[in-house]
C-alpha cells in the first residue's frame, strides 16, 4: 500500500499529517487551508509563489494562536464573574481589576514579599496539593527534583497565583461551610489573578514565548495548574482551552532541543533547573494530550512518539506509567479515528483494520509479558511504575477490543481483559494510590458487565477517600450511566461521556 506523506499543506510546514480527508486535522485544527492530496499544486515552485503561500500559512497559524489567547480571555472573563459572585454579605469583592495594571500588581508583589497567609496556602500546595497531583511521582529520579518549582513560585507570577488557586480549593474541599465558602473566595481570586497574568504573559511574549526556557517554563506550568484546578473540580468542561494553549506552544518545541544531553553548568545553577523545569512539564503535558482524546473523541495535539522515544524522556519516573503503554494509548486514538473516518467514507477494510488492531495487541501483550518476567524474581510485590503500566495496558486492551467490535462487554477478548484487570487490581499493594489511574479504571469498569459490583465498590471508597476534591465522583457518575445505557444498547465511556454531554479529562 503507498505510503501518503501527508497533505501539501502539511508538507509545507514540515508537519505530521494525520490524513484526515477532505482537510486533514493539522490543518483544521488551526484554520489553516488543508490543500489536499491530490497532484502537486502550481504555486509549490521553489520560488515567489511557494514564498508567498509559505507566509500566508504562517499568518493562519500566527491568527489561530491568537485565538487561543482569546479563548483563554474568556474563560478568564468568566471566572472574573464568579469571583465577585457571594452569598455572604460580609464578603466584600476585590478591588476592580480595571484600577491596578498588572505591572503594579507585580511591582507591588515583588516589594510587599510574601504574607504569612499565602505562605501557608504555598506550604499547603507543597506538601499536601503535589502529592494530589503527581501520585506516582518519584523523588529519587531524574525528575524528583523540585527545586525548579519553588523557583518559579518565587517569582510571584502567573503559576504563584495558580498554585495558591489549588491550594485554596482543596481546602475548601475539606474544612467547614464557612471556612469554606471564604477559602472558595480565595481560590476563585487568586485563579482569576493567574489567569488574567498569563494572558499577559502571552500576549506580550507572543510567538516568542519559545525562545525565553525561564518564562516558557512559567507558562507550561502555570497552564498545567489551571488545567488542575479544573480536573480538581469535577474536570467536565473548563480544562480544554488551557490545554489547546499548552499543546500549540509546544507545538513549536522538539525533544532534541528540550532534552538533548548536555554536561552539567556547575557555574549556572538557574539554567540547569530550567531545563529539568521543561523535561518535567513536557512529561506532564504530553499525558495530559494523550488522555484529552477519550473524551474529545480527538486524535493527540502533539506529536508523542517523537517524545516518548526520545531518550531521557521518562514518563514512569512521574506519572508511573512506562513509555511503551504510552504509545500505545496514543496510538488507539489515531486508530479510533481512522476506523471512523474509514466507515464514514465507505472504505473499512476488515482486514486492515483486524492488521492494524493485532500490531497494537501485539506489543501491549509483549509489554505485559516483559513486566510478568520482571515479577517472577525474588519477591511476588511488583513495583508501582510495573503495577501502574500493567493496569494502564489492560485499560488499552479493553479499549482496543471496544474499538474493533464495538462496545460489547460480552465478548471473550474484553471480559479476559477486564477479568485480569481486576486479578491486578487485588494484587495492589494498599501503598499504591489509585487517584492517578481513574483513566484506567473508567475504561475497565465501564465494560466491567459482570463485575460492575467491583468496580462500583472500589468507586465508592476512592470517592469517599478523595472527598470532594478530583474527579473521582466524575468517573463513578460516568461508569453508572454507562451501565445504565447498556440495559438498552451499546455502550461505553466513550458514548457515554458524549450522551452526558460531559468532556472529562481523566487524570
Known amino acids: ?87 455572604s454579605p460580609a464578603y466584600s469583592p476585590p478591588l476592580a481589576e480595571e484600577d ?116 516558557l517554563a512559567e507558562f507550561l506550568a502555570c497552564s498545567y495548574m489551571l488545567i488542575s ?83 531521557g524522556f521518562n514518563t514512569a519516573d512521574l506519572m508511573g506509567c512506562h513509555n511503551w503503554v504510552m504509545i500505545a494509548i496514543g496510538d488507539l486514538s489515531h486508530f479510533g479515528a481512522w476506523k471512523g473516518w474509514q466507515e464514514r467514507d465507505g472504505l473499512l477494510s476488515i482486514r486492515e483494520l483486524a492488521s492494524k488492531a493485532q500490531e497494537i495487541e501485539r506489543r501491549l501483550e509483549s509489554g505485559l509479558e516483559s513486566l510478568d518476567l520482571e515479577r517472577g524474581g525474588y519477591t511476588n510485590v511488583e513495583s508501582l511504575p510495573n503495577w501502574v503500566s500493567r493496569l494502564f495496558a489492560l485499560a488499552a486492551l479493553v479499549l482496543l477490543h471496544t474499538i474493533v467490535s464495538g462496545p460489547l462487554p460480552a465478548l471473550p477478548e474484553i471480559r479476559s481483559a477486564v477479568a485480569r484487570s481486576i486479578v491486578a487490581l487485588q494484587n495492589r499493594p494498599k501503598a499504591y494510590s489509585l487517584t492517578g489511574s481513574v483513566w484506567a479504571l473508567c475504561v475497565i469498569g465501564c465494560m466491567a458487565e459482570q463485575h460492575q459490583p467491583f468496580f462500583e465498590s472500589l468507586m465508592v471508597e476512592l470517592v469517599r477517600e478523595c472527598g470532594r476534591f478530583g474527579n473521582t465522583a466524575t468517573v463513578l457518575k460516568i461508569m453508572r450511566k454507562c451501565w445504565a445505557m447498556q440495559k438498552i444498547g451499546p455502550a461505553d465511556c466513550r458514548v457515554t461521556m458524549g450522551e452526558m454531554g460531559v468532556y472529562a479529562i481523566l487524570v
Not at 489536499?36 to 493562519?60: F, L, T
Open 229 to 311: 484546578f479544573e480536573v480538581f473540580s469535577g474536570a467536565e468542561h473548563d480544562w480544554l482551552p488551557h490545554l489547546d494553549a499548552v499543546a500549540s506552544v509546544m507545538s513549536l518545541l522538539s525533544p532534541e532541543a528540550i532534552l538533548a544531553p548536555r554536561s552539567y553548568n556547575h557555574n549556572n545553577d538557574m539554567e540547569n533547573g530550567i531545563y529539568e523545569s521543561l523535561e518535567f512539564l513536557m512529561v506532564s503535558v504530553t499525558w495530559f494530550d494523550l488522555f484529552a482524546c477519550l473524551s474529545t473523541g480527538s486524535v493527540p495535539r502533539l506529536p508523542y512518539k517523537r517524545w516518548l522515544q526520545s531518550p
Open 100 to 215: 491596578v495594571s498588572d505591572t503594579q500588581l507585580a511591582r507591588a508583589d515583588s516589594n510587599g514579599g510574601v504574607d504569612y497567609q499565602e505562605a501557608c496556602l504555598l506550604m499547603h500546595y507543597l506538601d499536601q496539593v503535589f502529592p494530589w497531583q503527581f501520585p506516582y511521582h518519584n523523588s529519587r529520579s531524574c525528575l524528583g527534583n523540585r527545586g525548579w518549582l519553588f523557583f518559579l513560585l518565587s517569582k510571584r507570577g502567573p503559576l504563584y497565583h495558580a498554585a495558591l488557586s489549588l491550594s485554596s480549593f482543596h481546602q475548601s474541599a475539606i474544612l467547614g461551610t464557612d471556612e469554606e465558602f471564604q477559602q472558595k473566595q480565595k481560590a476563585l481570586d487568586h485563579h482569576s489573578r493567574a489567569l488574567r497574568e498569563l494572558c499577559g504573559l502571552m500576549s506580550e511574549k507572543g510567538d516568542q514565548l519559545c525562545d525565553d526556557y525561564s518564562q
Open 1 to 87: 500500500m503507498r505510503s501518503d506523506p501527508g497533505c501539501w499543506t502539511c508538507r509545507v510546514r514540515h508537519k505530521k499529517c494525520d490524513l484526515k480527508k477532505p482537510a486533514c486535522k493539522e490543518c483544521s485544527d488551526r484554520h489553516v487551508h488543508c490543500h489536499g492530496y491530490g497532484p502537486k499544486p502550481a504555486w509549490m515552485d521553489g520560488a515567489s509563489e511557494e514564498r508567498k503561500e509559505r507566509s500566508r500559512i504562517k499568518v493562519a497559524v500566527k491568527e489561530n494562536f491568537r485565538h487561543v489567547k482569546r479563548m483563554q480571555q474568556r474563560a478568564l472573563r468568566r471566572h472574573r464573574e464568579q469571583s465577585r459572585i457571594s452569598e
